[in-house]
């Protein structure tokens, strides 16, 4: 079984603090101080795919798992550290430029980048920068497979390949039924495993294989959807800090808020 | 210019936020039609309030919203699809967009016409700022509407069933999450990381003495602290009840994306620098334990 899971690295938005994203009223801010983070939803297909390998060997069936990402930067921490939890190969698709609010083009880079045919395509539902959310439906689309949305949990079990989806009010449980490209979502499986310096070790020489954009000959996406500003919203609710002690401030929050619907 | 205004119905919200949605349609355009979907076991009287000549569609909402979305996509030619906001409509929304070759946008803001050019506005960068987008050619957005109360009369002459199917999965079931009310609450007990998982049962049971819903932040469901229905934010559910009261949460703007609708919001933290506080109306510098076994200890006695 041929696994491929795309991730994006962006910056851990819990760090940037509230200065810099107060002076961003264009799209030159400031966050290279700001550590680099797998997208979040991005790191829980990972992480699933790696439980959908431990689940394929208990039944000795091999799992190969790709890992594919899009971006200039020097993401040699992160390439280490998928090859010691297990991901078989990474690839590092660069000199895209600027790809934020662009998922078609995205998409394209995607399915063009993986020719080598995959049984599954795992993903984020979106990531945690432009929070777009669609590229998964552009890629299904190109592919011409099924794409299943919001998936919780991936494994293989008697044979098949066992889903777990995320609906409104509760789970959903099903077989895939061929190839397709799945995203995740909220996970039962969120972060993505811990290596040990031996595991770091024994992949020491391992390195990203890299595709030059310029070398998969995309034919041009326009992009309908232009980015024309970026403001921080100032939602400041000028908030009123109580500062009696602990008897007086209960005493307040029964009286003057609890009290507005009647409790 | 014509515009589409879908929902797809999970409940009477969702038709009060159709309604919205179908206003601000209407100051944008001459042309506005409506689309409602609703589940295959909906019973419907003769009269529903939704706009007049509303197209309404049953279909199994357990089944895939890339069928619906070609069907609908067949008798529909329309500039712009107006879809409230939600799980399904987010699905359904991907599924026509690549269909129909339109520019799709998600979890939109806003939406205006200027000259001719249509802006749509979008929270973008983990909601930490508001993105303003130009659209050229037709254009697909789910859209975070308002509720409204406007009283509709439509009479139902006809409803399209489609049968869905599900693309990709076989040999589906499902299993309910314990139902909880937190989109409907009135008041909201919500814990952040500065609530320990051996303490949950009191603010479970403050939530139930105050007659309201608990729900948290996505780390606390992520570590499993509650379930992952109770999760507040963008990725979780939105609360608009009157009273929130927030324990030991940092304030990320992915979470206060959820409680920002909320009448009074009260938060008690022990970082004095804590960003929901700036997200609060009122604001405690505390211990979430001492507070919360203080209320209970009020609200029993």
């Known amino acids: ?263 | 210019m014509k515009i589409t205004v879908l929902t797809i119905c999970n409940n009477d919200i969702d038709l009060k936020k159709h309604n919205g949605l179908f206003e601000l349609a209407e100051n944008l355009a001459s042309e506005v039609y409506s689309i409602c979907v609703f589940s295959s076991d909906k019973v419907f009287n003769t009269e529903i309030n939704l706009p007049k000549n509303t197209v309404i569609f049953q279909c199994d909402f357990l089944g895939d919203m890339k069928k619906l979305g070609g069907a609908i996509a067949e008798n529909n030619e329309t500039d712009i699809m107006l879809i409230t906001k939600n799980t399904l409509g987010n699905e359904f929304a991907g599924f026509f967009g690549t269909k129909t070759g339109a520019s799709v946008m998600l979890n939109c803001n806003g939406i205006s016409v200027n000259g001719g050019e249509v802006y749509i506005t979008k929270k973008v960068y983990s909601e930490n700022l508001m993105g303003e987008f130009q659209c050229n050619g037709k254009l697909v957005a789910t859209m975070n509407s308002l509720k409204s109360d406007m009283n509709y009369t439509c009479t139902i002459n006809h409803v399209t069933h489609v049968d869905t199917g599900f693309d990709g999965l076989e040999g589906i079931t499902i299993v309910k999450a314990e139902e909880n009310a937190l989109e409907q609450c009135e008041i909201l007990v919500a814990i952040g990381r500065g609530v320990k998982k051996n303490t949950l049962e009191k603010y479970q049971q403050l939530a139930e003495k105050l007659g309201g819903e608990i729900g948290g932040t996505r780390p606390v469901t992520y570590d499993g602290i509650i379930d992952l229905s109770r999760m507040i934010g963008n990725s979780g559910k939105a609360v608009s009840a009157k009273v929130a009261i927030v324990f030991g949460a940092s304030g990320a703007l992915p979470f206060v994306a959820g409680i920002e609708n909320c009448g009074t919001i009260l938060s008690i933290n022990k970082d004095e620098n804590a960003m929901i506080f700036k997200n609060s109306n009122y604001g405690i510098v505390g211990d979430v334990q001492e507070y919360v076994d203080m209320l209970l200890e009020k609200i029993q006695g």
């Open chain 1, 1 to 263: 079984m041929k696994v491929l899971v795309c991730f994006k690295i962006v910056k851990d938005m819990d760090y940037v603090i509230d200065r810099d994203w107060e002076i961003a009223n264009s799209s030159e801010f400031e966050l290279s101080y700001v550590k680099d983070v797998i997208s979040c939803f991005d790191e829980s297909a990972l992480e699933n795919a790696l439980r959908l390998k431990d689940s394929a060997r208990l039944e000795n069936v091999q799992c190969d798992i790709t890992a594919l990402t899009i971006g200039d930067g020097n993401y040699d921490n992160f390439v280490k550290n998928l090859f010691a939890v297990g991901i078989s190969e990474v690839v590092q698709v660069k000199g895209c430029g600027e790809l934020d609010f662009q998922p078609e083009l995205v998409s394209e880079i995607i399915a063009k980048t993986s020719v080598e045919k995959f049984d599954l395509i795992l993903l984020g539902n979106e990531d945690s920068t432009s929070n777009c959310g669609i590229t998964g439906f552009h890629l299904a689309n190109k592919l011409n497979v099924p794409y299943i949305l919001s998936a919780n949990e991936i494994t293989y079990n008697n044979g098949e390949l066992k889903l777990t989806k995320n609906i409104d009010d509760g789970l959903m449980f099903g077989k895939i039924t061929g190839d397709c490209v799945v995203s995740f979502s909220n996970s039962n499986n969120p972060y993505l495993r811990f290596s040990t310096l031996r595991d770091r070790l024994k992949v020491s020489s391992k390195t990203a294989t890299v595709v030059e954009f310029t070398d998969l000959n995309l034919s041009n996406i326009e992009n309908n959807l232009k980015l024309v500003s970026l403001k921080r919203e100032n939602k400041d609710l000028n908030c009123e800090m109580l500062v009696g002690n602990l008897q007086e401030n209960v005493q307040f929050i029964m009286d003057n808020i609890l009290n507005e619907v009647g409790k």
